[in-house]
């Protein structure tokens, strides 16, 4: 009996032994059933295909991060509802407001005058053709700084004017009779007809308007939707109000941006 109780413990112990090699070895091999769990990529290779949850495939990508301004470097103190027109030159922020056109970064413009327009043409003299009762009148036109030569019932091209009549009056000044011609033109830029003499005429109701910068420069619009250059940048006249002594301009800088300014007449 104590050999059989011998060879039943040694039984067991082998069984015992064996079932614990069997749990080692099953426990490594779900382990790494799970560590090689195949997972879907999402780039197309059919290897990584799976039927298990699709994951998002991401890239890694580095972002280099604008360093904060330094006190100083700023475009500046703007009030609330005046802000800064701000564009980017050489890596640099630039900022101007839009209330003041600076030109050079020195000088503010101004309304100078708003005065009656006057005539473009005016007579600078005239000759009679000998034995004979025709006159030959010399025009200027002061936009152009033009002269030239017509007759009546004759067209002058560089000028754009018709000569219909042309009439010889005498005038005294200081006990001297003097003769004044008076031409009765069409003048054919502004469609209409008038009578002009060697006196400078004005257009009724028309007005130029003069700006200038503190320079002293001066910058004269004889039309409404005229334009300039002043520096760089583009001037034109949007209207004004003589009443009011004001002059809305429309501005162009060398980047091409447009912005509006009112200026005052200076009293």
Same mark, same amino acid.
Request: hydrophobic share 35%; aromatic share 10%.
């Given at each position: 009996?104590?050999?059989?109780?011998?060879?039943?413990?040694? /039984?067991?112990?082998?069984?015992?032994?064996?079932?614990?090699?069997?749990?080692?070895?099953?426990?490594?091999?779900?382990?790494?059933?799970?560590?090689?769990?195949?997972?879907? +990529?999402?780039?197309?290779?059919?290897?990584?295909? *799976?039927?298990?949850?699709? @994951?998002?495939?991401?890239?890694?990508?580095?972002? !280099?991060?604008?360093? =904060? @301004?330094?006190?100083?470097?700023? =475009?500046?103190?703007? $009030? @609330?509802?005046?802000?800064?027109? %701000?564009?980017?030159? #050489?890596?640099?922020?630039?900022?101007?407001?839009?209330?003041?056109?600076?030109?050079?970064? %020195?000088? =503010?413009?101004? /309304?100078?005058?708003?005065? =009656?327009?006057?005539?473009r043409?005016k007579?600078?003299?005239?000759?009679?053709?000998?034995?004979?009762?025709?006159?030959?009148?010399?025009?200027? $036109?002061? !936009? *152009?700084?033009?002269?030239?030569? &017509?007759?009546? #019932?004759?067209r002058?091209?560089? @000028?754009? /004017?018709?000569?219909?009549?042309? !009439?010889?009056?005498?005038?005294e000044?200081?006990?001297?009779i003097?003769?004044?011609? +008076?031409?009765?033109?069409?003048?054919?830029?502004?469609?209409?007809?008038?009578?002009?003499?060697?006196?400078?005429?004005?257009?009724?109701?028309?007005?130029?308007?003069?700006?200038?910068?503190?320079?002293?420069?001066?910058?004269?619009?004889?039309?409404?939707?005229?334009?300039?250059?002043?520096? !760089? %940048? *583009? &001037?034109?006249?949007?209207?004004?109000?003589?009443?009011?002594?004001?002059?809305?301009?429309?501005?162009?800088? %060398?980047?091409?941006?447009?912005? #509006?300014?009112?200026?005052?007449?200076?009293?």
């Open positions: 009996m104590a050999v059989l109780g011998t060879r039943n413990k040694k /039984l067991i112990f082998a069984i015992v032994v064996a079932m614990l090699g069997l749990t080692v070895a099953l426990f490594v091999f779900v382990r790494g059933r799970g560590n090689s769990s195949t997972i879907n +990529y999402g780039d197309g290779d059919p290897s990584h295909d *799976s039927d298990s949850k699709k @994951l998002l495939k991401f890239t890694k990508k580095n972002i !280099e991060w604008i360093q =904060p @301004l330094k006190e100083g470097d700023g =475009p500046g103190d703007f $009030d @609330l509802f005046t802000g800064p027109y %701000a564009y980017v030159e #050489n890596g640099k922020i630039v900022t101007k407001s839009y209330d003041i056109l600076v030109i050079d970064d %020195a000088f =503010p413009l101004y /309304l100078a005058e708003i005065k =009656p327009k006057p005539y043409l007579v600078e003299g005239y000759s009679r053709v000998k034995n004979s009762n025709l006159v030959i009148v010399m025009f200027h $036109d002061i !936009e *152009s700084n033009k002269y030239g030569e &017509c007759q009546v #019932n004759d002058n091209d560089e @000028l754009r /004017l018709r000569v219909k009549n042309v !009439e010889i009056k005498e005038k000044v200081d006990g001297v003097f003769e004044v011609p +008076y031409a009765t033109i069409y003048d054919e830029v502004a469609k209409k007809e008038f009578t002009v003499s060697n006196k400078r005429e004005f257009v009724d109701g028309e007005y130029i308007v003069v700006i200038k910068d503190i320079g002293g420069n001066e910058y004269i619009f004889r039309d409404v939707g005229g334009t300039v250059k002043i520096g !760089e %940048a *583009s &001037c034109t006249l949007h209207s004004f109000s003589k009443n009011d002594g004001t002059a809305r301009l429309l501005l162009k800088d %060398a980047h091409g941006q447009e912005f #509006n300014k009112i200026i005052h007449l200076m009293r």
